[in-house]
């Protein structure tokens, strides 16, 4: 996600994923250009978790991809 998409911002995507029950548990990657410690403070209250400021290594980018990969994600399945 990026802090600034038209329509809605990634603060609000953040937001709506961490409130909604079924995608709570998916790991957000917030990649931007904005790299203020208050930017960086509000994802982290978001339940952000890892925010990447542009520019980035692609290395960096891959290895957390990599790892949020691994991690398996568990879908509740309405009944």
């Known amino acids: ?3 600034e998409m038209p329509r809605m911002d990634g ?3 953040a937001r709506n994923i961490r409130g909604d029950d079924r995608m709570r ?3 957000i990657i917030m990649i931007t250009s904005r ?3 208050k930017h ?3 994802a982290t209250e978001l ?3 890892h925010y ?3 520019p980035y290594a692609e290395d960096e980018l891959l290895g957390l991809l990599r790892h949020y990969c691994a991690v ?5 399945v309405p009944a």
Request: net charge negative; charged share 30%; no cysteine.
């Open 1 to 3: 996600s990026d802090i």
């Open 11 to 13: 603060f609000d995507l």
């Open 25 to 27: 548990g998916l790991p």
């Open 35 to 37: 790299i203020a410690e």
């Open 40 to 42: 960086r403070e509000m």
């Open 47 to 49: 339940g952000v978790d």
């Open 52 to 54: 990447l400021g542009k």
């Open 72 to 76: 398996p994600v568990q879908a509740e």
